[in-house]
């Protein structure tokens, strides 16, 4: 017998049972599109937290204003006034493993453009702020050195700010007071989207840091100092070179604690990064389940199959048929009720993956390697379990197989 005549022969035995053949397919059907959909939910999840990794910056690393007391509770920033400009200059120099550094200050403040008015926060950086926050400019040039050198009154706000005073208007150029300094917007942010405590991170203003600490909080010291190490590597070996070269720079005493705390927010994003892969995999395995379950409902239809059609195997037996066509027979049934589930799962995949995707408000990520793996699954799920059925129809004694009633 020739494989088209094995088709047709396995075709016509599963159409004699279409609602059972077909509830056998839906088990298929229902554990591959589960596997597919739980794939590409798992990368939209994953690629969700890679972004914010993205977004925290280059290799960050965050020297805060202010420890941390016995019980763990901070001094706060505003209530430690030792970190200054010429620690961020010694960091950057004595410190090999830091690339790029800039001074931080900020608050929260009302900008106010003609009739137009907004309760936002601010930043006073350095140039460096945007390569080390990995910021895009959407607009015009950011501020430059000679800028923070004469604490120009310039500023770039963030995509939430312009749409409160703007609206459709082109800031570019527009003067805006900042409480009531006066300050030229000189370029406009990306969009950043929301950061990892649920912030708008759009809702900002970026000014020299020295125009902040001169003109709107009159003061002299930083709030922070934002640092990019030269890799990922090296990021909380060069906080701990930070920590131990600032403690010498304030003259601490062994038994005093740090007035600065070092902050590695990428440890966060990290920790949620293995935990979206584990759960992943543990969802992969809870779905597979069912490709388990569909696989023991193949082979109960194909062990039930053998027993109703003993005699018709008893005569194709007397007739000739060798025990390794009756055993590929039985076999290309089973595989062609795990491959067209598989089919029908991969689809039902891909669309159930479309609408969470749409649901969610996710970005779903199709992963094709997770597609072509899970309908060879299928069929190796076909072949597994139809094997013993069509071994057993093989092995049948054609006498007692034409004697069964």
Same mark, same amino acid.
């Given at each position: ?261 070092? $902050? ?5 994003? #990290?920790?949620?990064? /293995? &935990?979206?892969?584990?759960?992943? %995999?543990?969802? +992969? =395995? ?71 995707? $749409? ?5 779903? #990520?199709?992963?094709? /390697? &997770?597609?072509?793996?899970?309908? %060879?699954?299928? +069929? =190796? ?25």
């Amino acid at each position: 017998m020739d494989s088209a005549a094995f088709f047709g022969a396995s075709v016509t035995s599963l159409l004699r049972n279409k609602l059972r053949s077909s509830l056998t397919v839906l088990g298929i059907t229902i554990g591959i599109a589960a596997v597919i959909c739980v794939v590409a939910i798992g990368n939209a999840g994953q690629a969700r937290v890679e972004q914010q990794l993205q977004n925290l910056g280059d290799n960050f690393v965050w020297i805060e204003a202010g420890g941390r007391a016995v019980n763990g509770v901070r001094t706060g920033p505003r209530g430690t006034k030792t970190l200054i400009y010429a620690d961020a200059v010694a960091i950057k120099s004595q410190v090999p493993l830091i690339k790029n550094v800039s001074p931080n200050v900020d608050g929260s403040v009302q900008v106010i453009y003609g009739n137009q008015n907004w309760f936002t926060t601010f930043r006073g950086v350095s140039p460096e702020y945007f390569d080390i926050k990995r910021w895009m400019v959407d607009h015009g040039a950011v501020f430059a050195q000679d800028d923070v050198d004469r604490a120009a009154d310039v500023c770039v706000i963030g995509q939430t700010v312009r749409r409160q005073l703007f609206g459709v208007e082109d800031p570019i150029g527009k003067v805006i007071r900042v409480r009531s300094l006066p300050c030229k917007v000189v370029a406009t942010l990306a969009p950043k989207g929301l950061s990892l405590s649920g912030q708008d991170q759009d809702d900002t203003i970026l000014l020299p840091y020295s125009t902040a600490q001169k003109k709107l909080l009159g003061i002299t010291w930083l709030d922070d100092i934002l640092c990019s190490a030269i890799s990922q590597d090296v990021v909380k070996l060069a906080g701990q070179q930070i920590a131990a070269l600032l403690r010498e720079r304030h003259h601490l005493r062994p038994e005093e604690e740090d007035d600065v705390n070092i $902050r590695n927010p990428e440890d966060v994003i #990290q920790a949620q990064l /293995e &935990a979206s892969h584990t759960l992943t %995999l543990l969802l +992969i =395995a809870i779905a597979s389940i069912s490709l388990l379950v569909g696989g023991i409902g193949i082979m109960n239809v194909m062990l039930v199959s053998v027993t109703e059609r003993t005699r018709e195997i008893g005569v194709r037996v007397a007739v000739g048929a060798t025990e390794e066509a009756i055993q590929l027979q039985f076999l290309g049934e089973s595989v062609m009720l795990s491959a067209v589930g598989g089919a029908a799962g991969v689809l039902v995949g891909i669309v159930g993956s479309f609408f969470v995707g $749409r649901a969610l408000g996710w970005p779903m #990520q199709m992963s094709v /390697e &997770a597609v072509i793996l899970a309908a %060879l699954f299928s +069929i =190796a799920v076909g072949v597994f379990f139809g094997y013993y059925p069509a071994r057993k129809a093989s092995r049948l004694d054609p006498i007692e197989a034409l004697r069964y009633e």
